[in-house]
């Protein structure tokens, strides 16, 4: 059975004798352990009854004896065991020794199998679980499913952490932030989306700065700025700024805060990576322009961004246009391969890049070089 609701699970309520940990957001994945960790620990006062273990190093039969082992000075034993796939994909006795165990769990015992690499029939099945019009398909892939993982999905508590879209992240971020005591301000979000990127630890350690400064501030909103300071950059010369400076056309802004952040700040990956992610997220909007009666809130949800920055990003698709979109992706192709190459400097690399964008490139030399 599906945990809907295994924070609260793993904080409070009635740990289930068996957990199966399992998905592809490995930090979402570790957190949970954590926090089932800390529950059992708090619940072990002599420290002897919790226990991890590699599933590379001890057979099904020797796991089933040390779960079937009563807790000392405890109402329960936690028994962890990591890259559990090595024992959930076996079958013959070894399966055997471990299905009877599932069967029949040690009531006084925590039994959580964390998973690295599951099966591949088995990615998103919590969304299509969700979903009543997938159901159909939710049993096709457990059907093709080591036995084992069908009855620890059918029959005990399990959470997948699926990937996340890109377009849910500004959620995840958002509620992140609310956990942490504090709100963001549209600017601020898309600042730390832009700076920070999209992997979800790197998010919550920006996160978690943020979090220090504001309460040692009072702050209950965080703002662009802040934003910017943490990541180390000024308002004037980030890669937030940049972006606005090419979607308006201001050739000599885009060359001085990328010069800034290239010859002082050594960040050619990070504007390659960010300027990539933001035309294409324009090449998107050239399909979402298409559609009639398209809403703000549909195409933010599409885009991944909030709604605040709609209008920003079609007023910056209207002004380059799709040849101009198109052309920009291609450069920033070649200034990627420029870049590993080490042909050139990065100063250079970035700056053919902004001009090409610009369409500036044949100008390179006279007024527009750095």
């Known amino acids: 059975m599906m945990l809907e609701h295994w924070e609260d699970c793993f904080r409070k309520g009635l740990l289930p004798p068996v957990v199966l940990l399992f998905g592809e957001e490995r930090f979402l ?33 020797e796991l089933v004896e040390r ?41 006084t015992t925590v039994l959580v199998f964390l998973v690295e690499s599951a099966p591949e029939s088995l990615r998103g099945v919590s969304r299509y679980l969700r979903n009543p019009k997938y159901q159909a398909k939710v049993q096709q892939m457990l059907q093709r499913v080591p036995s084992l993982w069908r009855l620890l999905l059918k029959e005990h508590a399990w959470v997948e952490f699926p990937k996340l879209y890109e377009r849910e992240i ?17 600017p601020a979000l898309e600042a730390l989306l832009t700076t920070a990127g999209t992997d979800l630890a790197e998010l919550d350690n920006e996160l978690q700065k943020l979090a220090v400064l504001a309460q040692s501030s009072g702050l209950s909103t965080v703002d662009e700025d802040l934003v910017l300071h943490v990541a180390g950059f000024s308002r004037s010369y980030s890669i937030f700024e940049l972006q606005k400076a090419l979607s308006e056309g201001d050739v000599e802004k885009a060359l001085r805060v990328a010069q800034y952040l290239v010859s002082s700040q050594g960040q050619e990956l990070m504007v390659l990576s960010m300027l990539t992610r933001y035309f294409f997220m324009l090449w998107k909007l050239a399909d979402l322009e298409q559609v009639r009666g398209v809403t703000e809130e549909a195409i933010a949800t599409a885009l991944g961004v909030h709604p605040f920055f709609v209008s920003e990003y079609r007023a910056a698709y209207r002004r380059f246009g799709p040849s101009a979109i198109e052309q920009a992706l291609f450069a920033l192709q070649r200034a990627e391969v420029a870049l590993k190459s080490g042909a050139k400097p990065p100063e250079s690399v970035i700056s053919e890049l902004i001009l090409a964008i610009t369409g500036k490139l044949e100008q390179k030399g006279s007024e527009y070089a750095i």
């Open 170 to 186: 500004p959620s995840w971020v958002v509620q992140r932030a609310a956990r942490y005591g504090y709100t963001l301000s549209p």
């Open 29 to 61: 994945l570790e957190e949970a352990y954590s926090m089932l960790r800390q529950r059992l620990e708090h619940c072990d006062p002599v420290g002897v009854n919790l226990e991890v273990v590699d599933a590379e190093s001890i057979s099904p039969r």
């Open 67 to 107: 779960a079937q082992v009563y807790p000392a000075f405890a109402e329960l034993r936690g028994l962890f065991v990591r890259r559990a796939e090595r024992l959930l994909g076996r079958g013959n006795g070894a399966g055997a020794v471990l299905t009877d165990y599932l069967r029949k769990p040690q009531p």
